[in-house]
């Protein structure tokens, strides 16, 4: 079972990039996904997340009004559209799934899976 992020890349302040999370071998569909970043020498943060029915979806406050996810579940992707990008967005970036009986949760606690992260490089 796994995810693969892809979509990352160098770009400048003020760009765009639109990142995409792709399940291997299972099904998203019953599945929450969450976006989370970590940068050079801090944690990682909590980015997004979907509930497995699009229904909810959560934004850091860092990124609110400038990021949206989406997901679509005939393709078995979710992306995570970032815009007005800053440099303190430089990240790499991770998605994960957690299974979920409920269609309109999510969070960032007790992930199931993990990709293994794409980074996003904003600098002039």
């Known amino acids: 079972l796994q995810l693969v992020e892809s979509g990352g890349g160098l770009v400048q302040p003020g760009g765009s990039l639109r990142l995409a999370c792709a399940a291997s071998r299972f099904t998203l569909d019953y599945y929450a996904i969450s976006w989370f970043r970590q940068a050079p020498g801090k944690e990682r943060e909590g980015v997004s997340c979907?509930?497995?029915?699009?229904?909810?979806?959560n934004y850091a406050e860092s990124v609110k009004g400038r990021f949206t996810i989406s997901r679509d579940n005939a393709k078995n992707t979710v992306y995570l559209q970032m815009n007005s990008l800053k440099p303190e967005d430089t990240a790499v970036y991770y998605c994960?799934?957690?299974?979920?009986?409920?269609?309109?949760?999510?969070?960032?606690?007790?992930?199931?899976?993990w990709g293994k992260g794409t980074l996003v490089t904003v600098s002039s």
């Open positions: 979907i509930s497995n029915s699009g229904n909810t979806t």
């Open positions: 994960a799934a957690s299974l979920s009986g409920s269609s309109w949760f999510c969070g960032y606690d007790g992930m199931d899976y």
